[in-house]
Structure formats: structure tokens, C-alpha cells
Nanobody, 129 residues
Framework: EVQLVESGGDLVQAGGSLRLSCAVSGFTFDNYAIGWFREAPGKEREGVSCISNSDGSTYYADSVKGRFTISSDNAKNTVYLQMNSLKPEDTAIYYC??????????????????????WGKGTLVTVSS
């Protein structure tokens, strides 16, 4: 059974930090990319960041570049999203999802012809002002 389980969401003040985790099981971790997406109330889903587990290449949305860092521990089948200098506009449910690296980048960039293969259930991040 494929599972992606997010954790680490919390309530934090603006300027604070959180680290989200995405624990993966049920498929060959190294063959996939893992993406972090977020959905805020009243807004469309946004691709935040992704990492290819085969070569470590990464992508960041402009809105988080320089503040968020994605990393992968292949031994633990876990991907992390370190979020620093959090802003109220970062408030959202954060989801991790898995797909082939090319598909993941396409979805990150908003290409609706593609879709992620597997999704987690999300973790809530709330940033207070």
C-alpha cells in the first residue's frame, strides 16, 4: 500500500520556522520526485517545492525561494521542507505528493495536462501576524 504521511504542521508566529516531513512507503523512493504543494482558503493549489530522489535536483516557487529548503533522506524514505522566515501568507494546508520527476516539475509549473501519482492527506501550517 502506497502511503505519504505529512507531519510537522503547527501554529507559529511570523518570522518563525517549521520543518515539515513527508514519510513515504509502498513504492521505490529513488524512482520518484516528491513535491510539496499548499492550499490556502479561497486560493488555488500552489506548487511550493520539489526534489528528485534520483539526482537531488530541486525546484522552488518564487514565493518561497530563499526561505524554504527541501531535502531528502533516501535511507529513511523521507522528504523534508524546512520553512524559515514564515509569513502569514504561508498559512495553508501543505501536502506532499509523488510522481516521475518530469511529471512533478510539470505539475509544479501548473501544467494541468499532468497529475501527481500519489498524495498525502496534508498538514496544517498557520502563521500568525
Amino acid at each position: 500500500e502506497v502511503q505519504l504521511v505529512e507531519s510537522g504542521g503547527d501554529l507559529v508566529q511570523a518570522g518563525g520556522s517549521l520543518r515539515l516531513s513527508c514519510a513515504v512507503s509502498g513504492f521505490t523512493f529513488d524512482n520518484y520526485a516528491i513535491g510539496w504543494f499548499r492550499e490556502a482558503p479561497g486560493k488555488e493549489r500552489e506548487g511550493v517545492s520539489c526534489i528528485s530522489n534520483s539526482d537531488g535536483s530541486t525546484y522552488y516557487a518564487d514565493s518561497v525561494k530563499g526561505r524554504f529548503t527541501i531535502s531528502s533522506d533516501n535511507a529513511k524514505n523521507t522528504v523534508y521542507l524546512q520553512m524559515n522566515s514564515l509569513k502569514p501568507e504561508d498559512t495553508a494546508i501543505y501536502y506532499c505528493a509523488a510522481a516521475h520527476p518530469v511529471t512533478t516539475i510539470a505539475v509544479m509549473l501548473g501544467d494541468q495536462a499532468y497529475g501527481m501519482d500519489f498524495w498525502g492527506k496534508g498538514t496544517l501550517v498557520t502563521v500568525s501576524s
